[in-house]
C-alpha cells in the first residue's frame, strides 16, 4: 500500500483522525495518549494509529494499515497474524495487540483507549469492577444479547446493573493482554475494561457504536464520581 | 413530505441540529441522549429528532415530521392524533409522547430534553422539587403569569422561588406521560421537570425561550450542586 | 443614526459582539444573562447591549448607541444625560445607568458585566469585600495608581492586596446604582465590585483592559473557591 | 531583522502563536498570564512572547527575536549574551531571562510558561516536590537519560518516579534566575518547576517534546489535586 487518502470522510483513516482530534480536546488523549483501531469491513484492513504523535495533529499518512495472514508465524510479541502493509516513519501504538485481541476474540470492528481523568479515578475508587444501575444513560450501552429475530444487539435496560471490569496495569501495555484475555473470558458481554491508573478500553462492532459506548461510559464514571464527592450511594 | 431542506438558518429543522450540536459539547447529549421537539407555528408540522444518533452529527434529513389529524384514532402508544408526514430510517425518539403532550397541553412550540449531569446529580440530592431563590439568573425564567395588558410572559423577579418538580424514572420514556400529565395538574406554571436519575425537560413558547430556560436552569442547578459542597445553605 | 455597521473588528459594536460570543462560552453568559458597554474615544459614543438577547448571537444591530447631551433633564429613571441615537427594537440593558455612572465617575470607556458562577459563590464566602494577595495574577491588576513620570496606570505587585467590594443585590440592577457609587467613593481604586447572589462588574480604560481585569479576577475568584474546598486558608 | 512573517505553520512564530491561542483556551494563559520561547535549531535564532498582550491574539509581529552575541557585556539584568534583532513596540516578556538560563544550561530549544489553575493548586498542596508514580501518563515524559546505543532520550516507565521541584516566587519573575539555576544544579533531570503562587515553567529539547511535557504535567497536577479531594493517597 502507497499511501493512505481518501475524500470519504467515513474512510476509515479520516474517522481516526477526526475522533483522535475530538477526544484531544475532550482531554481524553492529552499528551499523545491514547489510541485508537478500526477494522474497514469491507477490506479487512485494521488502521492502527502510532505512538508518539500529538492526536489533535494525527493525520492519515501517520497510521499503521495491517492485514490479516494465517501463515504468518506467531510469537510472543507478535501474537496475532497480521502483515503490515502500510508503516508510516513512526513506532505503533504499544497498545496493538490489545487492539488486535479485540479485532480477533469479540467481534469487534472499533477500540478506542483514552486516559480519561474520570476513568483513572474511578480505578482508584472501586477494586475490581465498576458496577451502576438506575441511570438512564445506562441505555446507551449494550447488553450483550442479541434479539433472537433480528439478531440486532439489545441494550442495556434503567434497572441493569453495567458492570467494567478494573484490570491492573503492568509496565508495558502489550503485557496487558493476558489480563484482557482473562476479562474476555470472565466477562463475555463487557464492551469495556478499566486499567488501574491508566485508562480506559471500549470496543464496539462499528466505531461508531465505540464512540458512543466511551462517551456513554465516561459520563457515567464522570456522575460516580460525583456522587462519591456528594456523600451520594452509588 | 419528499424531504426536509432549508437554507434559512432559522427553520427549525436547521435550528435542531444546530442546538444538538451545541448541546452536545455543552456535554448535556452525549452517547445519543437528550432529545428535541419543535412545532413550527406557519404550518403547524412538529419536527422531533430520532433516537440513535449521534447529536453532534444530527442532519434535517434525520429528523421526524408529524402533523395533526384529529381524525386519528389514538390508543396507549399514540396517545395524541399526529401522522408522520416525513420518515427518516431511524426510530423516533422514544420521547415522542412527552414531547407532544407538552405541544397540546402547554401551548409549548419547543421541547428540550437533556442529559445533563447536573439535572442528573441535583434529583439525588432533592425528593419531589428543586426550589431556589434570590439569584439574579432566576429572572430569565416565566411566572406563568401574564401582563394583563400586554399579554406577555412575565418573568420571575430576584426574590421569587423558581420550583421544578422532580418525577421518578420509568424503564421506558412514554411511561413517563402519566407522571407528566401530573405535574401539568399541580404545577400550572411549571416549564420544566426533572426526571430522577435521567435528566431535564424543558419547554417554551419558542425555542429561543425553551433554550434559554434550558440554559438558565442548568446554570442554576450548577451552582446549587457547588453550593451544596460548599456546605452553603440554598 | 441610521445603522451601525462597520468591516473593523476593532471597532465597538464588533467587540461587543465577539467577546459577547467569547464569554456565553466562557459560561459566563449563559441564558441572555450578562451585558456590556463600550465608549468610543474618537466620538464618544457609548455603544450597550441591549436585555434578551442570546449573548453568542448578538448582532451589532442589536445594539444601542447613546451620546452625551449635557442639556438633557435628568431624572431618577436617567440620571445621566444621554440621548439616544440608535435603538433597536429591543430593551435597553437594565444595567445601562450602572455602566453610565462607570463612565462618567470613573473615567472608564468599558464595562463588563457576567453571571459567572465564580463571581455569585465568592459572594455566599465573602461578606463585604473579597480579598486576595500573593498570587501571580494579581500582577495583572490595576492599583489605581499612576506613574508620576509616564502617568501610565502602576499594576499591583504580587505581595499587593486586591480587593473586590461585594454589595447586596436588588430587585431592579438600576437599583444597584446608590450602592455602586458608595463603592467609589470607599474604593477609589477599585475597578470591579460583586454584586451578591448576582455577578460580577469590571471596568477599564480600554475594553481590552476591562477584559484582561474581568480574566484575572475570574481565574482569582476560582482559585479562592478551590482553595476553600481543599481546607487551604486563602 | 525587518518583519516576522513565515507561511508554514511550523515556523517558531507561527507555532507560538497558535499554541498562545491554544493555551488561552486551556485557561492556561488567562489575561496576558504566561509566556512561550522557541530557539529556531537551523538560525539560532530565539522567539520570545511579549508581555501584556492577550494571548489567544498573540501575531508574529508582537513576537521578540534575539541572536547570540558572545561579545556582549553580561549584566544582572541581562545575564546572557543576546542582541534583540527585532523587537515589537511591547515590552519583553518579563521571563526572558529565565527562558534563555533554560535555552543555555538545559540545551532546551522550547519553554513554556503557564498559570494554570492546577500548577498554582498543587503548590499549596505540596511543600519542596511534587512527586507522583504508579500513572501511565508519566510514561510521557522524560528521565534524563539517553539510550546510550541511539542516543535518544528515554522516557519514565509507569512505576518511576516524576519529581517537580517547587520554589518560591519572587516579586519579579526575573529574581526567580537563581532560584531556577538552584535547580538545574539540584535535579539535572528535571524538564519542569513549579512556582508557588505563580505556576509552571517546562522545557524540552524541540517544543512538541515541551508541548507535550507541560500537557502530561497539568494532567497529572490535576489528578493528583483530584485523589486529594477523594482523600486517596497519591
Redesign the interface.
Known sequence: MDSIHSFDSRHPANLICSLSNQFFHK?WC????GAMSIRDTTTNYIYITPSGV?KELMQPKDLYVLTKNENKNKNRNQPYPYDIIYSPPLKISDCSPLFLACHEHKDANAVIHT?S?NS??IT??FDKEFNIS????IK?MPSGRKDPETGKQINL???DNLCIPIID???HEHDLLNSLKDVFEKYPNACAVL?R???LFVWGPTI?KA???N??I??LL??A??????N?HI
Open positions: 482531554e492529552l499528551g499523545t495518549g500529538q486516559h481523568q483513572v479515578l482508584l475508587l438506575n441511570m438512564e444513560q446507551a435496560s434503567f434497572n496495569n503492568r509496565p486499567v491508573r491508566h485508562g461508531d464512540k458512543i459506548y462517551e456513554s465516561d459520563y464522570g456522575l464520581i460525583k456522587m462519591h464527592q456528594l451520594i
